[in-house]
């Protein structure tokens, strides 16, 4: 039997399975729909305001940020900002892959400086503070060179806001290179390259994923078909923000790795290697990440239209809906849920000869938890 008919096999089962694994589950609610570019990107700030983002993937998004206000997407902070501008690289957004609200009320956007995947525009990969009383930015972060490799694409970040100005965690998801933790003191602005390279910060070589009942290749129009390789991506803060939980983008692995070793500069990449923790193979892959101020760790499940919770070592489904579709990033609301973006990534061109198989409109989704947001340092 071929590893195509097994893993159809495995999709039928779980497909049949599904129904009974849920029928408790809250309901999934629509917060917007994205008729325009695809968002990759959420955030619900302490204040309750939401935020999401469009990387430049080839859709021509007239914006890179903005805040989602009674259903519409109004570009935030100003329209000038979102106007991508090669030539003032640290001034403007030129393809943002995340947002995230920080314990103090601020809106960090985390540009990539990578539009199309390219290498990372010099001076352009950045990190960018927002007051959110005041809607003006207070802080940019150009990130060097030598943390920013030709190679890297910069994923998502966590915020440790509890000493001195705190810090942040930033995974580099580079399907062309090595993969990392990138680790930067808001302070100083000093960053470093953590776990470059290590098999936890990379993709499974082995790794076939299933979706929509084929595997996921990258297939462009007129090219080769190639594996899909995907380093860190996901990424999530513990409660008490001692621990940094993180995952492959191409792998069914979750690890964990001490803050303390990964901040402590005397720890060397050795060292740091041995306090990886593997916390074992699951029966799904994961793109977003999200931790809950009652311990628990989300994961959303691209291969099974689901969004999982880890506790106690035991993954249970918090919702499975065909309106999943490639379920990327997650954010808690104070008010108890759990917002997700559904952008049908894998229906892209770029994985089926240059045929767009993406069905409008994209959405914003939510879910009922019982735990709030972890916000380090409020």
Known sequence: MTTRRILSGLALCTALLAPFAHADAPKLERVAAFQGAMPTGVTVAPNGRIFVNFPQWGDKSPYAVAEVRKGKVVPYPSAA??????????????????????????????????????????????????????????????????????????????????EGEGVAYVTDSSPRGPGAIIVVDLASGRATRRLSGHSSTSPDPSFVAMVDGEPLQNRPA?????????????????????????????????????????????????????RVV????????????EADDQGRVYATDYEHDAIRRWASGTWTIVAQDKRLSWPDTLSISP???????????????????GKDLRKKPYELLRVKIDAGPVLLGR
């Open 81 to 162: 900002i979102n106007r991508p501008d090669p030539k003032r690289p640290a001034d403007t957004f030129l393809s943002v892959q995340s947002v995230v609200a920080d314990a103090k009320n601020r809106l960090w956007v985390l540009d990539t400086a990578s539009p199309g995947f390219q290498p990372p525009i010099e001076g352009g990969a950045k990190l960018v503070a927002i007051d959110l009383a005041t809607n003006k930015v207070v802080r940019t972060l150009v990130l060097p060179p030598e943390v920013v490799l030709k190679s890297t694409y910069l994923n998502d970040v966590r915020f440790d806001l509890r």
């Open 222 to 274: 007129g090219g080769a078909e190639t594996p899909f390789r995907v380093a860190a991506d996901g990424i999530a803060l513990s409660a008490d923000g001692a621990t940094l939980y993180y995952c492959p983008l191409a792998a069914r692995k979750l690890y964990s790795v001490p803050t303390s070793a990964l901040r402590d500069p005397s720890v060397t990449d050795e060292q740091l290697a041995k």
């Open 278 to 289: 593997d916390l074992g193979t699951r029966e799904f892959a994961s793109d977003g990440l």
């Open 335 to 353: 008010d108890k849920y759990l917002y997700v973006v559904a952008n049908q990534l894998h229906r892209q061109p770029s994985f089926h000869g």
